[in-house]
């Protein structure tokens, strides 16, 4: 089984007009590699993360992107030697070697979830805990916003930076029928009541 961790929690807040934002960053250690899930912006906060669980940046072996907002992908700086993996490719350097189902060498499934952004994806892994889905944006809240996570307010959370609203819906009801607990892009890991 699959072991989780949930480096940060995400958040999206503003304060004075500007906006201070970074995704839930997820470490996957499956098969004896170590997946981290949407590195964030917050760079302090991921070495950080990373130290306290004894790592640094070379002891990661895959980092996964759920999907290319700017607040879930710029750290990748902190990984210039690691592949680059999305939905469906392996990027390293300029070679992208295409793949589909799981993430290569793992029990990791990759689900196609677009709606937020096109490309939009999301893991499940098999825990000891249950099936523990890593939703980036197909769920997501600001800070001052009440994380309402029975099935009715999950559906009809609005996002207002959603690119295919039908694509989105589907989504979500895609990985609620699927998960025990589902870790949002910005909020608390929450249960799903079946």
Same mark, same amino acid.
Request: aromatic share 8%.
């Given at each position: 089984?699959?072991?989780?961790?949930?480096?940060?929690?995400?958040?999206?807040?503003?304060?004075?007009? @500007?906006?201070?934002?970074?995704?839930?960053?997820?470490?996957?250690?499956?098969?004896?590699l170590?997946? *981290? @899930?949407?590195?964030?912006?917050?760079k302090k906060?991921l070495?950080?993360a990373?130290?306290?669980?004894? *790592?640094?940046?070379?002891?990661?072996?895959?980092?996964?992107?759920?999907?290319?907002?700017?607040?879930?992908?710029?750290?990748?700086?902190?990984?210039?030697?690691?592949?680059?993996?999305?939905g469906?490719?392996?990027?390293?350097?300029?070679?992208?070697?295409?793949?589909?189902?799981?993430?290569?060498?793992?029990?990791?499934? @990759?689900?196609?979830t677009?709606?937020?952004a096109?490309?939009?994806?999301?893991?499940?892994?098999?825990?000891?805990?249950?099936?523990? @889905?890593i939703?980036?944006?197909?769920?997501?809240?600001?800070?001052?916003?009440?994380?309402?996570?029975?099935?009715?307010?999950?559906?009809?959370?609005?996002?207002?930076?959603?690119?295919?609203?039908?694509?989105l819906t589907?989504?979500?009801?895609?990985l609620?029928?699927?998960?025990d607990?589902?870790?949002?892009?910005?909020?608390?890991?929450?249960?799903?009541?079946?």
């Open positions: 089984m699959a072991e989780i961790k949930i480096l940060i929690e995400g958040y999206a807040r503003e304060k004075s007009g @500007v906006w201070y934002a970074s995704p839930a960053t997820v470490l996957i250690n499956d098969n004896g170590n997946i *981290l @899930v949407d590195p964030g912006a917050n906060l070495l950080e990373l130290e306290k669980e004894g *790592l640094k940046p070379e002891n990661i072996d895959i980092v996964f992107l759920t999907h290319y907002h700017l607040d879930h992908i710029l750290n990748i700086r902190l990984f210039p030697d690691k592949d680059i993996y999305d469906n490719t392996i990027n390293s350097d300029d070679k992208i070697v295409e793949y589909s189902g799981n993430i290569p060498n793992t029990n990791v499934q @990759v689900i196609p677009p709606g937020h096109h490309e939009h994806c999301s893991l499940l892994v098999g825990t000891k805990k249950g099936k523990i @889905v939703a980036g944006d197909v769920f997501w809240w600001k800070d001052d916003e009440t994380q309402k996570t029975d099935k009715e307010s999950l559906m009809k959370h609005k996002d207002p930076y959603v690119k295919d609203k039908e694509a589907e989504s979500r009801k895609k609620l029928e699927i998960a607990y589902i870790i949002p892009g910005h909020g608390k890991m929450f249960k799903i009541e079946k």
